[in-house]
């Protein structure tokens, strides 16, 4: 029953990314480019939404949809790793032209292309997880 919800989320999610044009190559381009404020109003909203929504499930000590309680674990310091995570996300994001949200949702709009997006996200991940204990976390 999970796993259909979660597929059913997933769906929506999908949908909202393409209807939104978050999936688009070109809003993504013109984002990078400092043309446009399309993406960074998403994010922005995103963000908002996210901040509010933590708050509530702090202080209202909201369950999650099972009924389970949600953990919220203080955020690492650190400000070296986090840089170059960034860096590196949006230089992936930047040479794809997507971030892994979309991958599935421009997969699913028949964009075949980001094949090679989904193969290379996999092949890092794998390979992630071979170098992640010698890795300076």
């Keep these: ?28 381009y013109e984002m990078f480019q400092f043309d446009a404020f399309h993406m960074y109003g998403i994010m922005g909203s995103a963000l908002v939404v996210g901040m509010i929504m ?7 000590k909201i369950k999650s949809f099972y009924g389970e309680k949600i953990v ?7 400000f070296k790793r986090y840089m170059f995570g960034g860096i590196l996300f949006g230089l992936g994001w ?24 989904l193969v290379s996200a996999i092949l890092g ?13």
């Excluded at 930047?94 to 094949?115: N, R, S, Y």
């Design 1 to 28: 029953m999970r796993t259909l919800i979660h597929l059913l989320i997933g769906i929506f999610f999908g949908i909202l990314l393409f209807k939104s044009e978050a999936a688009s190559w070109f809003r993504i």
């Design 54 to 60: 933590i708050q509530l499930i702090k202080r209202f």
């Design 72 to 78: 919220i674990l203080p955020k690492e310091k650190g």
């Design 94 to 117: 930047a040479l794809a032209g997507a971030c892994p949200g979309p991958i599935f949702t421009l997969l699913g709009a028949g964009f075949l292309p980001i094949v090679v997006v």
């Design 125 to 137: 991940t794998f390979i992630y997880g071979i170098l992640k204990n010698r890795l300076p976390h």
